[in-house]
């Protein structure tokens, strides 16, 4: 019987998107196997905090609410910190030392990343932060299924999928896959058919793997100098369901619309661009949502039984051993 994989491994994984929580605002949800809440302050630090309250148990998402710089339970108003501290409890006498568990959170380029251990230590590695600079707003999508953030993040080095199940011809590995800690990544080329306004277009895509719950994609069409940045987040929340959210941006700077048809140089750049750009969008749903069928009704066999041109699915797994500290691990960067 092949050994599933444990559903919670460590790293860092999307809980949203910044634009998503306002301030004031608190909402809920399972993530990693909890109910927790995220919440965002009157000073706009955004919190990710276990939901039930450290008192008697009440779910700060059935009628908590932000106060100022704290959230306040609504079974007996106590208030904690975004430590997880609690500073105040209505009846006047000193506030009881036991702490609501707070997740690392970070905020960057539009996402709320958050960091999860079992054991609730502290990141030893990051995200990296990118340039936003010149990039479009993330146009964003996500789905909820049955699947697992180790299996999602397979699809980037499954040299033989692409073909079969998403129709990608001359798929070709442009340089060895690279692991360095919790980081890996690997370049690779391949064509899609009526890619850009009804154009075959061949696409060069730079993965950039950090963990297993956070992945951003370069891809460049040199034909016409599109490029584009896709962000794979796939989040546990409870059981074997995950959240995997799809972000996409693009940068219009280098974009040669005339060399897609010569009388778009009449047409405004900046209709073709978010034409483009709706475009790209719209194929990168279609072509995650493919996989679903697999994802869903699969079993993680281990060890598989790989043929040449599988593409460094090996070398893969190999890596992603490092995220699950409780069980084994070589190697662990992971807490
Ligand atoms: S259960 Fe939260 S204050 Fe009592
Ligand atoms: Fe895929």
Redesign the pocket.
């Given at each position: 019987m092949p050994r599933p994989l444990p559903p919670y491994p460590t790293g860092w994984y999307a809980v949203g998107f910044s634009d998503e929580l306002s301030t004031g605002a608190l909402t809920h949800f399972a993530f990693m196997g909890r109910e927790v809440v995220l919440f965002r302050t009157q000073a706009g630090v955004a919190t990710l905090m276990d939901a039930?309250?450290?008192?008697?148990?009440?779910h700060?998402g059935h009628g908590?609410t932000v106060q100022g710089e704290r959230i306040?339970?609504?079974?007996?108003?106590?208030e904690f910190d975004t430590a997880g501290t609690?500073q105040f409890?209505p009846y006047g006498t000193k506030p009881p030392k036991a702490k609501a568990h707070v997740y690392p959170l970070k905020e960057q380029h539009g996402l709320l990343m958050a960091y999860f251990c079992p054991d609730g230590a502290a990141p030893t590695w990051e995200v990296p932060t990118l340039d936003a600079t010149g990039w479009s707003p993330l146009a964003r999508h996500h789905w909820d299924f049955r699947g697992h953030p180790q299996e999602t993040t397979e699809n980037s080095v499954d040299m033989g999928h692409f073909p079969v199940i998403h129709g990608y011809t001359n798929v070709a590995e442009l340089r060895d896959i690279v692991v360095n800690g919790p980081y890996l990544s690997t370049r690779y080329k391949m064509t899609r058919e009526r890619a850009m306004l009804g154009r075959a277009v061949e696409s060069e895509f730079d993965v950039h793997v950090h963990g297993l719950g956070y992945s951003f994609v370069d891809i460049v069409v040199p034909q016409f100098n599109w490029r584009s940045r896709l962000f794979v987040l796939a989040t546990p929340t409870m059981g074997d369901k995950i959240r995997l959210r799809v972000a996409v941006s693009a940068h219009p700077e280098a974009f040669v619309p005339a060399r897609i048809h010569p009388l778009l140089r009449f047409v405004p750049r900046a209709l073709i661009f978010n034409a483009a750009f709706k475009g790209t969008f719209k194929g990168i749903r279609h072509d995650v949502s493919q996989d679903f069928k697999i994802w869903q009704n699969k079993r993680y066999l281990s060890p598989p039984m790989l043929a040449e041109g599988d593409g460094p699915v090996g070398k893969y797994r190999r890596w992603a051993r490092q995220f699950y500290p409780e069980t084994n691990a070589p190697a662990t960067a992971s807490c």
């Open positions: 039930y309250c450290p008192h008697l148990g009440a700060f908590g306040r339970c609504p079974f007996h108003g106590f609690c409890v």
